[in-house]
């Protein structure tokens, strides 16, 4: 599948980790489906509405930072899904050391590039990034549900 090789000392209760030798779309939506059911399966104790509510939102930022990744850092990458108390904890690492780029919106103009925009609204300012020996690292704290 496109390179995607789960690491199992990760997958599961204690977290969730996907490498690959190169994103493509392919891989962005088995990046999806697999988180969406780890966190589903891990919030069975909110109210379903909410706790969709809260995967969705994860599932948004997961595909703006991986099709990042696709688009403008082409080569190997990973994503780290964390378990925190009250948030996961989204790490997404590529080769490129230049830092993602927020556009700016523009009445009229382009339909894409907002991505960004869109992470730091779900994430309510709870994302950034960082320099790594082999290219960046993005994070993001996406928040779990409150309970019902």
């Known amino acids: ?10 997958t599961g209760r204690d977290g969730w980790v996907f490498n690959s030798a190169a994103v493509t779309t392919r891989t962005v939506r088995a990046i999806r489906r697999s988180v969406i059911t780890w966190c589903l399966s891990e919030i069975t104790h909110f109210d379903h509405q909410k706790g969709r ?3 969705d939102a994860l599932a948004l930022v997961l595909d703006e930072l991986v099709t990042n990744v696709a688009r403008h850092a082409p080569g190997p990458a990973s994503v780290v899904v964390l378990p925190e108390t009250d948030h996961w904890a989204v ?3 590529d080769s ?3 830092p993602p780029a927020v556009d700016t919106a523009e009445p009229g103009g382009k339909p894409s590039g907002l991505g960004l925009h869109l992470v730091d609204t779900l994430t ?7 320099r790594t020996h082999a290219g960046k690292g993005i994070w993001a704290h996406c928040s779990k549900p409150t309970a019902a």
Not at 1 to 10: I, K
Not at 124 to 130: L, Y
């Open 124 to 130: 309510e300012q709870r994302w950034g990034w960082f």
């Open 91 to 93: 790490l997404v690492f």
């Open 53 to 55: 509510e809260a995967v």
């Open 96 to 98: 490129s050391p230049c």
């Open 1 to 10: 599948m496109d390179g995607l090789v789960p690491e199992d000392s990760l």
